[in-house]
């Protein structure tokens, strides 16, 4: 089944630390998302990023927070110095050769800041 | 005010019941998506469109875009069916970010 991979499922920091998250695309899927789901909130986007370029990052917290799409290997969001309001689940999805395609969604990753 | 709007927020029925979920918004859009997110948090998207309804098993969207609302209607609902159904929009103009709702919370008890 080549769907969206995210890894890990779960990841458990102390504040201050670092946590990435990596989402691997579906098989030919050149764009993809990220996306955060806080406790008893909706989803909210975060970026948008095509291989190697970001396209939209208008949803990303301006400090402690960046992402990646390089030419090999799997998406990164990296989130420097977290605090436990990063706490949160986040999802990645990808789609096709254009934004009119619907995206296919991981399973997310659960971060939790103790 | 949020940008896209569902109802109801928490929504119980019996096996069988027809059920509607409703999700209006107030920007201008290129397409409307419907998900549905598991009690394991994973998400599936079931519909995207921009024009008319869709149908696919007991599920069916629609979509009305000059009042700007659309419908997710679940016929002969199932306990398999429990989950958060979400609606996202893609601006028009947007690069490809979704604008979501908070989602309903369906319950079917058998």
């Known amino acids: 089944n080549a769907g969206v991979m995210q890894n890990p499922r779960h990841l458990v920091r102390r504040r201050g630390q670092e946590a990435r998250l990596r989402c691997s695309p579906m098989k030919g899927h050149s764009h993809v998302y990220w996306y955060r789901q806080l406790p008893e909130e909706g989803l909210k986007f975060m970026v948008y990023?095509?291989?190697?370029?970001?396209?939209?990052e208008s949803g990303m917290p301006k400090e402690r927070f960046s992402a990646e799409f390089p030419k090999e290997g799997p998406s990164i969001l990296r989130i420097q110095q977290v605090v436990r309001g990063d706490s949160a689940a986040y999802f990645c999805a990808s789609s096709p050769f254009t934004t009119a395609q619907p995206q296919h969604f991981g399973d997310g990753t659960r971060l939790s800041i103790l | 005010k949020n940008e896209v709007e569902q109802s109801p927020q928490n929504l119980t029925a019996q096996e069988g019941e027809f059920i509607t979920i409703n999700c209006s918004y107030s920007v201008g859009i290129s397409a409307l998506h419907w998900l549905q997110q598991h009690p394991g948090g994973g998400i599936v998207s079931l519909f995207m469109?921009?024009?008319g309804k869709k149908k696919h098993g007991r599920l069916i969207a629609t979509i009305n875009i000059q009042e700007k609302h659309s419908s997710l209607h679940i016929t002969a609902s199932h306990p398999r069916d429990s989950a958060v159904y979400i609606c996202?929009?893609?601006?028009?103009?947007?690069?490809?970010?979704?604008?979501f709702g908070k989602g309903t919370k369906l319950s079917v008890k058998p």
């Open positions: 990023l095509q291989k190697e370029n970001i396209i939209d």
């Open positions: 996202a929009v893609s601006p028009g103009g947007s690069q490809g970010n979704l604008i």
């Open positions: 469109l921009s024009s």
